[in-house]
């Protein structure tokens, strides 16, 4: 198994049974890097089911396309995830994720890394 | 206030009119910021294509009639990159006057990126003849709105007479009033042309009337559809207990479902478990058995005949085809 995967959207780190997903700074997600950005964490996963960490503070914006591809398709094979906010932006985009596209998996908004593991340690 | 805390607002104050008379497509430009106004700025951003894509979906629910779809704003170009023509509606969405578009290089419409994009395909859209395709565009209206459009581009056969030109057009699907004038004009004609006697009250009010869905019945589908898609894997219960489950009755879930999402319960569950199962076909080694069970089919070959009639190819196929792309 891969332990580690870069594209130009994100890095994916696999840790502890949890899968890390670091957004790079800046970044602006449609459908076609919504598209990618799942199928290379299930190229890691390798048909096995994880929690996933997203550090999702240096999206800049996303669309609403790509919003319902990650709460629909990007869903699969996932345990629960939590996300990695810094308000304001991102606190707010991953609010209006959760109230507006409804992803169908335990899903949780942290300012602290260790709080975020804490909560997905439940599902590991 | 500083000047661009100012512009910023200003341009938030103009995203408000606009979306205030039925105007939904518009976008106010993202900064690099992270303040509570960018903040502020994204959400609207969101909200205005969740209501553009909630407008459209209405359309297609309660009318027993297709989708409208406008035509927007269309471009004629020259073979320089500048605009020939223009209809009215460009200049009315864009804020400018049509002269002021005219003659003007088409590229000066759109925002940075865009305008960047543009110019890399239109020199490869330049040499191709009698053609067809599509791009996204933003533009970026006088007041410095944004519109981010799916824009079709044709070009044409070449005349060695006439310089080579090419048409751009943008499709939306709005509130327009021209056609809400027409709808009555059209229903008013009707209502003329029939005798006096026998214009009876039925007649007056649309043929199938719509049931009033409270905030509580809206509430319940909604989590109706929450727990379909929760619990994929698990046998169905009959619509009947579904929906004493939820705390509704047949009738409602059936038509509230239908009314808010445009799709019947069964469909929207074999959809969405045919999405899971797609997604573990294309990303993933488990057995066909494994998947069928993990989306609530009864057996692979139900499976398989379910996926086939949906995507035009087997789990097979799509396997295939998956893993030899890996390599």
């Known amino acids: ?35 990618k950005i799942v199928e290379d964490r299930l190229n890691l996963q390798e048909g096995q089911a994880f929690p996933v960490l997203c550090d999702i503070r240096g999206v800049k914006d996303i669309n609403k396309s ?15 995830v939590a996300f990695i906010v810094e308000p304001p932006l991102s606190d707010i985009m991953s609010k209006f994720y959760l109230k507006a596209s409804k992803p169908p998996i335990p899903t949780k908004s942290f300012q602290i890394f260790e709080e975020a593991e804490e909560f997905l340690s439940k599902y590991v | ?39 502020l700025v994204m959400a609207l951003n969101m909200m205005a294509e969740e209501i553009e894509a909630a407008m459209v979906h209405q359309g297609y629910v309660n009318a027993n009639q297709t989708i409208k779809h406008i035509v927007l704003m269309s471009f004629i170009i020259d073979y320089q990159g500048c605009v020939k023509e223009v209809n009215q509606q460009t200049c009315s969405v864009l804020s400018y006057l049509c002269e002021d578009i005219l003659g003007q290089p088409f590229n000066s419409f759109l925002d ?19 053609h067809d395709t599509s791009m996204e565009l933003t533009f970026m209206t006088k007041e410095g709105l944004l519109i981010p459009s799916a824009c079709y581009i044709t070009t044409y056969l070449k005349d060695i007479d006439v310089a080579s030109k090419m048409l751009l057009t943008v499709v939306k699907h709005s509130k327009n009033d021209i056609e809400l004038e027409f709808d009555q004009k059209q229903n008013i004609v009707k209502l003329k042309n029939i005798p006096k006697e026998g214009l009876s009250p039925s007649y007056q009010i649309p043929k199938k009337q719509k049931i009033r869905l409270s905030y509580e019945d809206i509430a319940k589908i909604r989590e109706a559809r929450d727990i379909l898609i929760n619990n994929l894997e698990n046998d169905f219960p009959s619509i009947k207990d579904f929906a004493l489950q939820i705390g509704t009755n047949t009738f409602k879930l059936k038509y509230g479902f239908k009314e808010l999402y445009g799709i019947s319960v069964y469909k929207f569950l ?27 089919f009864k057996s692979v070959p139900h499976f398989s005949r379910t996926f086939k009639k949906q995507f035009g190819y087997t789990p097979t196929e799509l396997r295939k085809r998956s893993s030899s792309d890996d390599k």
């Open chain 2, 112 to 130: 940075k990126t865009s305008s960047k994009k543009w110019q890399k395909s239109f020199k490869t859209l330049q040499n191709k003849e009698f």
């Open chain 1, 66 to 80: 790509a919003r319902d591809y990650l709460a629909l398709e990007g869903s699969i094979l996932i345990k629960a």
């Open chain 2, 1 to 39: 206030m500083s000047q661009s805390k100012k512009k910023r607002l200003t341009q938030i104050r103009n995203m408000l009119l606009e979306m205030g008379s039925g105007n939904f497509f518009y976008r106010v430009e993202r900064s690099v910021k992270n303040d509570n106004m960018e903040s």
């Open chain 1, 1 to 35: 198994m891969l332990y580690y995967i870069e594209n130009s959207y994100a890095s994916y780190k696999f840790l502890n049974d949890i899968v890390y997903v670091r957004y790079h700074i800046g970044i602006t997600i449609d459908r076609k890097g919504a598209i």
């Open chain 2, 270 to 296: 074999k959809n969405e478990r045919l999405r899971k199962a797609k997604m573990l076909v294309q990303y993933g080694d488990r057995s066909f058995k494994s998947i069928a069970h993990m989306t609530g």
